[in-house]
């Protein structure tokens, strides 16, 4: 479920948040504040892309 996924800045202090550049690069995008957000467009297709090819459950 996507909206688990961390916001990519503190709504609180501004600062970025720890999310690792790949993961940022494939399910965040840069809003028109230049910074980055949940894309909502993307699916779970996209997040089993991400992980590869995984032969035993995680």
Do not use: C, H, Q, W
């Amino acid at each position: 479920d996507f909206n688990n996924l961390p916001d990519a800045f503190s709504k609180d202090t501004g600062k970025a948040t720890f999310i690792p550049e790949n993961v940022k690069g494939a399910l965040y995008r840069k809003n028109d504040k230049d910074r980055f957000v949940l894309d909502k467009s993307k699916s779970v297709s996209d997040y089993r892309a991400l992980l590869g090819n995984m032969e035993k459950p995680a």
